[in-house]
């Protein structure tokens, strides 16, 4: 009950999480590439993590897609030429307001319901901090593909740099992570 109470307020604060999100972004100095974009698009950007995060609290999404979304951001960013601190920040900043928000609404009344927190508490961070785990891959990967193929640099000369496990290999699957993590 109070894990489908949570999901709810999540789900109905959506866009106000997101607003938030905006306004938070539009006054800290560690997010001025964020900056040079709009309020929708910043306030789109906030919504689809939030959703992904709704998806892997309900189960309703597999590991591997959740994974593949955030090295898919991570991909993007670095297209974007976003700082690679700056991503990190912006899904901090949304874990952060995401759970004051929580706090502050005080939808958790009881012991039960703040023991059930404490366990959401876990499931958020390893959401999250996974999330940043698979954006940096997807970052690095991005990276590494582009100085290979369009600066022309030999691998042998890249993995002086790209460490094994810098990025996500074909053979690795996401849902051995996530589970091997556990």
Known sequence: MVYRRLLNFIEDKKDSLAKQWVKETRVSKYMPTYNKLTDGELESRS??????????????????KIGRYFVGIGRERYKEKFPLCEVHYAVYLTKRILWKTIVEENIFD?????????????????????????????????????????????????????????????????????????
């Open 47 to 64: 919504k689809k993590l939030i959703e992904h995060l709704l998806l892997f609290l309900k189960e309703d999404v597999s590991k591997n």
């Open 110 to 182: 009881s012991t039960v319901a703040l023991i059930t927190a404490l366990e959401l508490q876990t499931t958020f961070h390893s959401f999250f901090d996974r999330g940043i785990f698979f954006i940096i891959r997807g970052y690095i990967e991005k990276q590494y593909e582009e100085l290979k193929n369009k600066e022309g640099l030999p691998e042998e000369k890249l993995e002086k740099y790209f460490f094994p496990g810098s990025f996500l290999h074909p053979e690795e699957s996401m849902e051995e992570i996530f589970n091997r993590e556990r």
